[in-house]
DNA sequence: GCCTGCATGTAAACGGTTACATGATTCG
DNA sequence: CGAATCATGTAACCGTTTACATGCAGGC
C-alpha cells in the first residue's frame, strides 16, 4: 500500500484499481482490507488523508475549492517512506505458492482417463491469454509510461511473468506429449 | 489428503512428511489442517481409521498383533475414490499466488540502490538450489519408484518445477543486467 | 537417563475473501 | 430516469499458521 501511494496519493477505490491493474498477476488486496489497513496506516501517521473523511483540522489548503468531495485520497508521509525504504531492504521471503493444477495432475491416475490432458488444455489457455495481455502491458509500459522513473522495475515485473507463462507453454507441450503416450495407457486399452 | 491416502494408508504424522516429501514446492498442509480435516473425511465416511484412535468396533482383523500401536492409520474407502475422482474431473483453479520478491522489485526505485540487485541474487540462489533438490528427487523418481503407476503424473509435476526454475534463472540474468545499467543509475552518480 | 523422533491434538491469532449496505455522481 | 460506476465501509466467515501441551518409543 505504501507502495502505491509513492506513485500517485489515492483513494481507497484508486488503490483496488492500482492493484488490479498494475500487479494483478502476482498481487491482490480487496477492499476488506485495504480500508482497514488505510485506517491504521493512518493512526501510525505513515499516511495523510485529505478530503471527504480528513476529520483532523488543517487539511484543506488554500484554494483547493472542495475537489470533486466525497473522496479521501491518501497520501505517503516522511515516515512512511522510510518504513518501506525499511521494508524494501529486508530479504523477501520465498514462501510456498500453492498450485492446484499440480496438485490435481499429481494424482491424475486416480481420475478419468483423459483428466490430465484437459488439465493440460485450460492451463495452456490460460498462459497463452496471459503472455496477450503481458504484451499490452508492455506496450503501454515502453510507450506512455517510458517517461516515470519505476518504468524499468516495473517491466523487470512484467519480464518475470513473460518467462514463467512461455515456460510453462514448453511444459504444456512435454506434458502433453507424456500424457499422450505412456501416460494415459496403462488404465484402459492396452 | 485423499489424494495421499491413495498412494498408501497413513497416520497424520506420515500425512504430513508426505507433503513435506513430496508435493512441498507447490502444497503444503499443516498439524493444524490434517487432524481436523481426518477427523471431518471419517465422519462423512470418506476414509477409515485403524489402530489406536479407531474406537469403533470391528477394526482389528484376526491376526493383526497390535502393530506398533498408538498410531491412528486412514485408509481412502470407495467413497473416498469417488470424492476424488470428482474433485479430479473440476477444472482447476487458476488463483493469484503473491509473490514477495516482485513486489518488492515493483517499488524497488523507493529502497537503497542496490537493493534490486540483492534481491535477484538472493532469488538466483534459491531457484538454483530448488534445481538440485529437483535434480535429487528425480533420481528417486526415476530409479527406485520407477515401478509405481503414479510415477509418470509425479515427473510431470516436477518437470513444471523445473521449467519454472531454470525460466526464473534466466530472468536473473536479465534483470541483472538491466538493474546494473540503465536501472541503479538515474538514482546516485551519473 | 536423556535426547531425538514419533505421534496426536487444540486454541488463539491472523490474514484474507465475500457479501452486504449505503449512497453519490455521471452519462446516455 | 435509470444504469453504470464511483466510493466507503463492515461483519461474518473461512482457511491457515503458530504455538503449545502431551506423552510414548528407541537408541546412545
Do not use: N
Not at 14 to 30: I, N, P, Y
Not at 55 to 65: K, L, N, P, V
Not at 135 to 157: F, I, K, M
Request: aromatic fraction near 10%; hydrophobic fraction near 40%; charge should be positive.
Amino acid at each position: 500500500m505504501l507502495g502505491a501511494l509513492t506513485v500517485a496519493p489515492m483513494s481507497g477505490y484508486d488503490l483496488k484499481r492500482f492493484f488490479e491493474e498494475s500487479v494483478s498477476f502476482f498481487w491482490a488486496e480487496s477492499y476488506g482490507q485495504i480500508y482497514p489497513i488505510l485506517k491504521q496506516l493512518r493512526s501510525e501517521g505513515l499516511v495523510t488523508a485529505t478530503g471527504a473523511g480528513a476529520a483532523a483540522r488543517g487539511t484543506r489548503g488554500a484554494g483547493q475549492a472542495a475537489p470533486s468531495q466525497r473522496r479521501t485520497v491518501y497520501s505517503i508521509t516522511p515516515g512512511g517512506r522510510r518504513v518501506l525504504a525499511a521494508w524494501l531492504g529486508e530479504p523477501a521471503e520465498h514462501q510456498v505458492g500453492r498450485i492446484e493444477v499440480l496438485l490435481k495432475l499429481f494424482f491424475a491416475r486416480q481420475g478419468e482417463p483423459g483428466g490430465a490432458a484437459g488439465l493440460i488444455d485450460d492451463f495452456r489457455a490460460h498462459h497463452e491469454a496471459r503472455l496477450t495481455t503481458y504484451a499490452a502491458t508492455e506496450a503501454r509500459l515502453r510507450g506512455e509510461h517510458a517517461d516515470r522513473p519505476d518504468a524499468p522495475y516495473w517491466l523487470l515485473a512484467l519480464s518475470y511473468g513473460q518467462h514463467v507463462s512461455r515456460a510453462l507453454l514448453a511444459w504444456c507441450d512435454e506434458a502433453d506429449a507424456r500424457v499422450r503416450t505412456a501416460g494415459e495407457r496403462p488404465r484402459a486399452d492396452a
